[in-house]
């Protein structure tokens, strides 16, 4: 199996179950995440002031469903969770067709398709269903379920700690709150799951977090509680909408150049994939919260297809079809080196910065003179000694070199080794 | 009347008078303008010192003629106030074609047209004439009568303050000092004069100062009159050649980046409008003078076609063919917008900034979720709280955000009137 | 003769003499630019310790061949100096054809070619031939002569200073260290040696210093020998590769936006020459030395095709037919006019900065208002009046206003003599 067929099969894996901001499905999925790469499940509880807001009370669904006036159900919980707005409040009732469509969603536009809809903060009840089967729908009293419970209790969320040599920290989020949708919400819970289990092989520079937790509150929540820990992110990646054929694309941080910004963008190039780079606006993920002024922090979302651009987005096409194996391991593969780039990215300083150093004597530069033919290593030693004044990252003697950055970082620690460069940075 | 019909038929009332830069002609233009919009005249007599420059003796004509060797008059100041050199001193000879031809000027490339010239600052009598006049002069001898007056007196110009809850100004300004063209001067004069009306109708923040001037030696003359107040002026627009059909065109500051350079371009981007942005030049009307070094004022220049650049330019054909109403009605619109721009662009501080505050609380976001098309109302809002940190303006905010001014600055009040944020600016 | 001729002259004279980076070669060398121009002639000993290299041993050539079975030489230093790799260690021997094609160097790809191929640091003996002579080359015993001597003695190197009216330097170095290279090498001699001459005509603003120095190791030995004189450089050009029809190209220096880089920008875009700017990259000639993070010298390279970018570079092909005298012309009249910006880049306050100072008074402005022709003198007149506020120099007023800045230099000496302006720099 693939790394990309094992990332569909943990999307697979999660995809029957009923997520929400809160709720049993939440603490289901955190298992399975739990289960690949351990976690630590925080509850808290109902009623809890976070920040501007309050976590609200836990959701959970029995069932749900509306009969027609045969007595079948025509639409059914059981048959897609989409078909509940999120959120819903317990009823049981009849009601003429007319008073049912008032509670009805659909997508008149993709009149196949269940849309998504949510209801969080105003007490509401209704049912999502293809634009298709309401018009179908007779004329006659329907009976409505929905049996759901909203009472005191928790919001869930799950943390996910590598620690590396240093406490200053890569925070990486995903949001776990959605229902059955494929690429929005699951396959960034695979990505990151899988980069949290390849970071744990090693023993990273950096200190690195992985969320999951709801969207919007989730994060509001967590930055509530850890507000002393904020000062120590240095880079954060909000990961979703993995899976699906569209290009790799990254939107930029609050503030627009740090050192993420830059890392995905230098990954990105580098590659040869096609892809778009973003700016920053106030939608989308959890970004949202990440960037807000209060916090600013230094952190851009990596996404295939983004948020709301793609037609499948919050409806049922969002599915297991949309979801592929091989956009799964790419992205994968371009977060990882992302991880790689932040990790790797030291400043040194060239000890002997009066004229170039004798690499020769060192065995470090070709012997014969007068070839038209510098090779790419020997540029990049050359780049590095020549940039390494205290000012420059090796990221950015990569971007300037026009070097790939696995290449500069090798040399560096070639030329380290020769005694020609210092560490600068901790 | 539309408000385009009303500039031009105050262009048209203007037309005639022969002004220049100083003499009855502009106390003439002062006078309707003073009609219009309430002016203070200021007399400076000749002789007074102006920075560099001394005011000079005032000029006005009484007539001025050519009468051929049949003695009829073929060139006549009273069929043309552009025929005669402005500031031509008086002379009363008899001579032959040839010595005439020395004291004419024409267009060889326009042979139609009345060329405009001026000698203020060095004695001389002239006449201005289409070239197919001269050619068809018959060789004989001429009568020359320059019947003007040049003598001490004064330089006149106008001031109209419309006062603003705080004392710094934002500096509006057009020439009155050429004769009967009617794009070159007539058209800023009227269009000044109405945004005049129009802030009256009102209180603005700023004091808005409005200056009706000739060109040069009159901004000097302020300039060196109010070298106290030059300290308040924190925006400003010289208007000109407002009436043709070109389009708007944008002559930054000197310095390029003032907040009067970034609110025009803003209000003609968003607009739609075709149009040109400019860099600063030390040339063209007067904002040579505000932008000279020692001032260095936010003053930029806002034309249609710039000075110079459409070939009626100083001719007799800068006539009311070529101003049309509509031309000036979209000048006066688009300069209303940027001086509301200006008084509007205020700066707040996010009284929440830590994540997002929970709009939906507060009735300010819409309660089903999940919708993938953000409102523009609602993505304004989410772009004003992200930025208003106490670095960015609301202008700075309508162009990251790329949303029109007027809406970030209404949603900008929603979000102070429900607390989430605090004016910082005065 | 033209100047190009001249030049060309030069460069044929010095192009039989086998150079290396020590040796009677060099000295050779130097001692035909010193009757051009009068050189101080530094011997620095083999092993001092300059920076992190050593002055190597000196090396010399007597003779140097190979001969065939039938023994003939079919090698022979004698025809092209090229024949015998750089720095080649004595050896007499015998062979068969095998064994020494170890010691043969060919270009394949240019089978008629001699490449150009040296091994200072690594002791080893080699021939360079073309290929085709190398494929003629029967089996059987080769005798191999290669009578040189490698002990010890001394680096040479040039220098000629021009005393200017400050001690601050104009650096301008060439490398003198190929054998018969006509354009690498030969090309930047002669320019040099003649923009040495031309300044010595006049008095420059800058003491001017010319470098006439083995690559690599010649300029690292300069450095290390004038620590103390680095910080009086101002500015600085390395030459090579002048002779070629190629464009001229200007490599910037390492800090990318400094004096010299933007003045060469200047003289190379207003000239209207077809023309290339390239970026900083620590390759090429001994800008690589002069902008070590160290020294980080503000110097950049002038060329036609840069170092490497024409198939006859390091060949045998790079010989007196590859450089003309129209392109040596053109390549010393650019960097002689780069030269008179440098020296010309003065510094002015408008003493007259409030408002336009009334040129017309002082007979610097026409008489005749109202025409449409701005004259490029009168424009820049106002645009050095206008930026000499302290923070621009004539450069920076010349590239602001699109203007030339002979042009701009030359209004500004009038506007000086007219009480207008006043120096502020030494």
Chains 1, 2, 3 share one sequence.
């Not at 969603?105 to 509401?124: G, K």
């Not at 919001?155 to 925070?171: C, I, K, N």
């Not at 990252?393 to 080794?417: H, N, Y």
């Amino acid at each position: 199996m693939t790394v990309g067929e094992e990332l569909y099969k943990l999307v697979a894996e999660l995809y029957p179950i009923c997520r929400s901001i809160t709720g049993d499905g939440v603490r289901r999925t955190l298992e399975v995440v739990d289960h690949e790469v351990g976690l630590v499940v925080h509850e808290v509880p109902t009623g809890t002031a976070v920040l501007d807001w309050m976590v609200p009370r836990e959701w959970n669904v029995r069932d749900a469903w509306v009969a027609g006036p045969d007595g079948r159900r025509v639409i059914d919980f059981r048959a897609s969770n989409l078909h509940l707005l999120g959120y819903s409040v317990p009823v049981r009732a009849t009601m003429p067709l007319a008073e049912l469509k008032r509670h009805l969603f659909t997508l008149p536009e993709r009149p196949d398709w269940i849309p998504y809809r949510t209801s969080y903060y105003a007490e509401r009840w209704g049912f999502c269903a293809s634009q298709r089967l309401v018009d179908s729908l007779p004329e006659g009293d329907y009976e409505v379920c929905v049996d759901t419970t909203l009472a005191d209790g928790h919001l869930t969320y799950g943390e996910h700690v590598v620690p590396g040599g240093s406490d200053e920290e890569v925070l990486v989020t995903c949001h776990v709150c959605h229902p059955s949708l494929a690429n929005d919400n699951l396959s960034g819970i695979a990505v990151a799951t899988r980069l949290a289990r390849l970071l744990g092989q090693g023993r990273p520079r950096y200190t690195h977090r992985f969320l999951f937790i709801p969207g919007t509150i989730g994060s509001i929540t967590w930055l509530a509680r850890n507000q002393d820990r904020v000062g120590r992110i240095r880079h954060g990646l909000v990961l979703a909408c993995l899976g699906d054929p569209g290009p790799l694309t990254y939107k930029r941080s609050r503030r627009g150049d740090t050192e993420v910004d830059r890392a995905v963008a230098h990954v990105l190039a580098s590659s040869g994939r096609p892809h778009q780079l973003q700016d920053f606006t106030p939608y989308g993920y959890d970004e949202r919260q990440f960037c807000s002024p209060g916090f600013d922090l230094p952190v851009g979302s990596l996404t295939r297809t983004p948020y709301a651009r793609y037609p499948e987005y919050h409806t049922s096409a969002d599915d297991l079809d949309l979801v592929r194996p091989e956009h799964l391991q790419d992205s994968l593969e371009a977060a990882w080196e992302v991880l790689q780039v932040l990790d790797g990215n030291r400043r040194y300083l060239n000890l002997k910065p009066k004229g170039e150093p004798q690499l020769g004597r060192r065995g470090l530069y070709g012997s014969i003179g007068g070839r038209s033919d510098a090779e790419e290593r020997q540029m990049a030693m050359l780049w590095v000694l020549n940039l390494s004044d205290g000012d420059h990252s090796l990221l950015d003697v990569a971007g300037r070199a026009g070097l790939p950055f696995a290449l500069v970082a090798e040399v560096a620690g070639t030329l380290e080794d020769a005694g020609l460069l210092r560490r600068t940075d901790r």
